[in-house]
T-cell receptor
């Protein structure tokens, strides 16, 4: 079975631009979460979506937004990019509340 | 505030030299403690879930244990391919987010 997939793998953007990252969950998983991981730190929670509804939001500015589609895939959007947004963005899916989350390979975003 | 602290930050072992990684947690009602392995530039790979004190899980050379305040990841006779960053995480109170520690970077030399 295919795991969590993310696209693109790498991305280079300029300050002030907008970026869209995409994620497809494991087949049968209805929940998708997004995390940001900067070098040397553990992943930080951004959003969780379940059945197209936002179920949780971390401490990130309103420049970050997300949505989930009827096929349970998801997009993370970041507006007005800052240098500090450079990080590995991880998507995870799970089978329900309190279950383990399975992560995709991540999207490496570099903001110059 | 829910919090996870891992120690040591880095650990260097010789092949075959067993050791343990520590994960201390503070959470309002544990709803699961998770161990992940992460290779450089890749997403975390799920290893174990522990739900209650006294629980133990094993996989190859790895064994995870859980008490009321901390978890240990024991590595027996490690090999160079065990080199990676090991992350510990707990669910937040709502069960919607994983709260991660900073990880322990393990290097095993032959």
């Amino acid at each position: 079975d295919a795991g969590v997939t993310q696209s693109p793998t790498h991305l280079i953007k300029t300050r002030g631009q907008h970026v869209t990252l995409r994620c497809s969950p494991i087949s049968g998983h209805k929940s998708v979460s997004w995390y940001q991981q900067v070098l040397g730190q553990g992943p930080q929670f951004i959003f969780q979506y379940y059945e197209k509804e936002e179920r949780g939001r971390g401490n990130f500015p309103d420049r970050f937004s997300a949505r989930q589609f009827p096929n349970y895939s998801s997009e993370l959007n970041v507006n007005a990019l800052l240098l500090g947004d450079s990080a590995l963005y991880l998507c995870a899916s799970d089978g329900g509340l309190h279950y383990e989350q399975y992560f995709g390979p991540g999207t490496r975003l570099t903001v110059t | 505030e829910d919090q996870v602290t891992q120690s040591p930050e880095a650990l260097r072992l010789q092949e075959g030299e067993s050791s343990s990684l520590n994960c201390s947690y503070t959470v309002s009602g544990l709803r699961g403690l998770f161990w992940y392995r992460q290779d450089p530039g890749k997403g975390p790979e799920f290893l174990f879930t522990l739900y209650s004190a006294g629980e133990e899980k094993e996989k190859e050379r790895l064994k995870a244990t859980l008490t009321k305040k901390e978890s240990f990841l024991h590595i027996t006779a490690p090999k160079p391919e065990d080199s990676a960053t090991y992350l510990c995480a707990v669910h937040n109170q709502a069960g919607t987010a994983l709260i991660f520690g900073k990880g322990t970077t393990l290097s095993v030399s032959s």
